[in-house]
């Protein structure tokens, strides 16, 4: 029986259970509004010694159309020798957020913010990541500047951190600017106000498209996972949408790639134990050599990145519709991410999946507690002091991060089942084109296309296997448990 009427479900309450469920603390404890208040009634521009004033470049932020908490802007320029200077500007939450107070202290518990997508529960108050450690537009701020150097085959090189006093010009979104980039829709309303600005933004995407060329060629992975996110009206989901890497996701991720190797091999120059954020090799490569075969691709017996990649990359072409599906079955068989401790003269384990032996976090310092930490760190280096964290004081924060990063993303699944749920929930009766992605003895699960929708086949599912396209009806939802019925 179809149905119309809209479900009625308390997603943000939900949430915030979800998140007490897997061990945060969604609310900041006491102390913390009186140190906020202490933090706020300074809003000026905090002394930063040393400090380059780069407030006059053309600087830009490219991020979701949503978020509010910038943590980097980007400029570019051309140089002589046909290589193109890239500086990333990172904001310096630690001039405001000092080690050891009651905020911290919760960061550091806490490791990250949320997000939800009906909510944000952020690391440091909302005042401070989407207020005055925030990089936003036409506000000057103190950062920690990486800057590096791109050459025609994509390989960085002259890398260097310092502080610098800058000023957002641009607060940009991906979508839009993606478009222009591609050709595919006009230049948004800041870019076409000015020749500046679109020269800046191409000249940032031509050094891109050499460094992702570059890493490539190393066996960088190109994997392409469905991200999807609720549209809101007023406090309801009423849509899901599906979020599309593009030409400018490419460029703040290959800039982000870079400015972290240029932090982690500063630390390693200087002697500095540091955290590093690490994919290790796979111990599960037998069965991704399983996966290639069934495909029709031989993979070597040890873990080869660019092999892997290159069949990812044909893959792609032959089949685009289970790609997303074969993307995810290869994440999930490398393993996630951690955080470790890298002493001085140790070899990092390195990051499989970007191809790189040298990588930090230290470019998201508001909703990331590991880049706080990086900040400290490079900060202390710049300043010639002494290293504000022990090696036992990083290994402790390091495994802590690793913990809470793996129970964010449990919060984030949860809650995107559950918001599918009730957005499905008024088209029960309706039929979608979808594609069989799991069968195993649980059951039959299948994706619908629009929207990005999983569930499970309770009805009709017999002789069904992986591939197949079928027309799924929606039969029921449940959004407590984020269940979501089909029948074929």
């Not at 949320?114 to 207020?131: K, N, R």
């Not at 090799?281 to 092999?307: C, F, H, M, N, Y």
């Not at 088209?427 to 990005?452: C, D, E, K, M």
Request: include cysteine.
């Amino acid at each position: 029986m179809q149905t119309s009427q809209p479900m009625h479900f308390n997603l943000v309450a939900a949430a915030h259970a979800s998140m007490i469920e897997h061990g945060f603390q969604p609310d900041f404890p006491a102390g913390s509004d009186k140190e906020l208040a202490a933090i706020l009634a300074d809003p000026g521009l905090p002394a930063a010694p040393g400090a380059l004033d780069l407030r006059g470049l053309l600087w830009s932020s490219i991020d979701n159309d949503t978020s509010k908490d910038l943590d980097q802007i980007e400029w570019a320029e051309q140089l002589p020798d046909g290589r193109i200077r890239v500086l990333v500007g990172v904001a310096d939450v630690d001039v405001r957020v000092s080690r050891g107070t009651v905020i911290d202290g919760h960061a550091k518990s806490e490791t990250t913010s949320v997000y939800t997508g009906v909510t944000v529960f952020p690391m440091l108050p909302a005042a401070l990541s989407e207020g005055i450690t925030s990089l936003n537009e036409n506000e000057d701020r103190v950062a920690v500047v990486v800057e590096f150097c791109v050459d025609a085959a994509g390989t960085t090189s002259d890398g260097k951190a310092y502080r610098a006093l800058v000023r957002n010009r641009a607060q940009l979104a991906y979508n839009s600017v993606g478009a222009w980039l591609e050709g595919t829709g006009p230049a948004p309303a800041k870019v076409a106000a000015g020749a500046d600005l679109a020269e800046q933004l191409k000249l940032q995407d031509a050094a891109a498209q050499r460094m992702v060329g570059g890493r490539f060629q190393h066996g960088a992975l190109d994997l392409e996972t469905i991200e999807t996110r609720p549209e809101m009206v007023a406090d309801q989901a009423v849509n899901i949408v599906s979020q599309v890497k593009n030409r400018a996701t490419s460029v703040i991720e290959e800039f982000m790639v870079a400015a972290n190797g240029v932090v982690a091999r500063t630390f390693e120059d200087a002697g500095v134990a540091s955290i590093r954020r690490i994919v290790r090799t796979p111990k599960r490569w037998d069965r991704i050599v399983e996966v290639a075969q069934g495909l029709g691709t031989t993979l070597p017996a040890t873990p080869d990145s660019k092999a892997l990649n290159d069949f990812l990359l044909a893959q792609k072409q032959r089949d685009p519709d289970h790609f997303p599906d074969l993307s995810l079955a290869v994440i999930k068989l490398m393993g996630p991410g951690e955080y470790v401790l890298v002493k001085p003269n140790e070899v990092s384990p390195g990051h499989f999946g970007l191809a790189v032996q040298d990588y930090t976090h230290s470019t998201a310092p508001n909703r990331r507690f590991p880049d706080m930490v990086t900040q400290r760190l490079i900060k202390a280096l710049l300043a010639k002091g002494a290293p504000p964290y022990s090696e036992d004081d990083l290994n402790e924060i390091a495994t802590r991060c690793t913990l809470m990063e793996d129970n964010a993303r449990k919060v984030e699944r949860e809650m995107q089942k559950r918001i599918a749920a009730v957005v499905l929930h008024p088209r029960i009766g309706q039929s979608f084109p979808a594609i069989v992605t799991g069968v195993n003895q649980y059951g039959t699960f299948v994706r619908t296309l629009n929207p990005h929708v999983d569930g499970m086949v309770v009805s009709g599912g017999k002789g069904l296997d992986v591939g197949d396209k079928v027309t799924a009806k929606l039969v029921s939802t449940d959004p407590q448990r984020g269940f979501i019925d089909f029948a074929v």
